[in-house]
């Protein structure tokens, strides 16, 4: 139950213009169970001074009169608060408020200061200036990006297909043809055939040179095929 807390931010109070003092730092609210703690470190503040700060009933630093006035129900708690800084205007806030707490509690009666402004002081010194605001603004978290759209591969058209198509049937054609070509040539200077020993099949072969042996050829299965050429093609010997 007590794990909730935010962080405010400070910086210049709205107006608030100096050349010396420029009051910027964290501060982090958190529940615990003696009540709001409130921890940070403020910097560019008075060197070695006591200074009061409050939580404000305002929701916004936009203006001077955004912040308001203390937040408080009955007596004012925050007239004693204050900070002290080093030498280098340095302070290093550690307090704990009974009575208030970061978010609403069904059944408490302490008071939230969830997103409420929180002023920082000057010293009496310096009239006690508004040197700084802050407060835990509520930003809406933007949504995921949508995905890409898939791309679709471009389509073919129509007469690229039909180009396509027809130039196979045209390279089918042609190879149809020249092998067509080499067989008519082949068959008409003799006939050309190709016998295996084991009988098993035939087929065309190229003519051997005049005088010169068939030559001999291996299926791969230790069995010769003869090739030989016939000017006719006699019974039986094919």
Request: charged share 15%; with cysteine.
């Amino acid at each position: 139950p007590y794990d909730k807390a935010e962080v405010v931010a400070l910086d210049a109070y709205p107006g608030y213009m100096s050349s010396v003092y420029k009051p910027r730092g964290y501060l982090m609210q958190r529940d615990t169970l003696t009540g709001l703690s409130i921890t940070g470190v403020l910097t560019g503040l008075e060197p070695n001074v006591q200074a009061g700060w409050h939580v404000h009933e305002g929701y916004s630093c936009a203006d001077a009169a955004s912040p308001g006035g203390h937040y408080f129900v009955g007596l004012d708690p925050w007239l004693s608060t204050s900070y002290v800084t080093d030498t280098m205007g340095v302070s290093y806030f550690n307090a704990s408020m009974e009575e208030f707490s970061v978010y609403p509690s069904k059944g408490s009666a302490a008071l939230p200061v969830f997103m409420r402004t929180v002023v920082i002081h000057l010293s009496s010194a310096q009239a006690k200036a508004r040197a700084s605001c802050g407060h835990q603004a509520f930003i809406v978290p933007k949504p995921p990006p949508a995905p890409p759209t898939p791309l679709t591969p471009p389509s073919l058209p129509s007469e690229q297909l039909e180009d396509s198509e027809s130039g196979m049937s045209s390279s089918t054609s042609m190879i149809a043809g020249s092998a067509t070509a080499v067989v008519l040539a082949l068959v008409s200077v003799g006939v050309i055939v190709f016998c295996c020993r084991s009988k098993s099949m035939c087929c065309f072969a190229p003519k051997a040179p005049a005088g010169a042996r068939g030559p001999k050829i291996h299926t791969g299965n230790n069995k010769d095929i003869d090739m030989h050429v016939h000017s006719k093609l006699k019974p039986n010997q094919a």
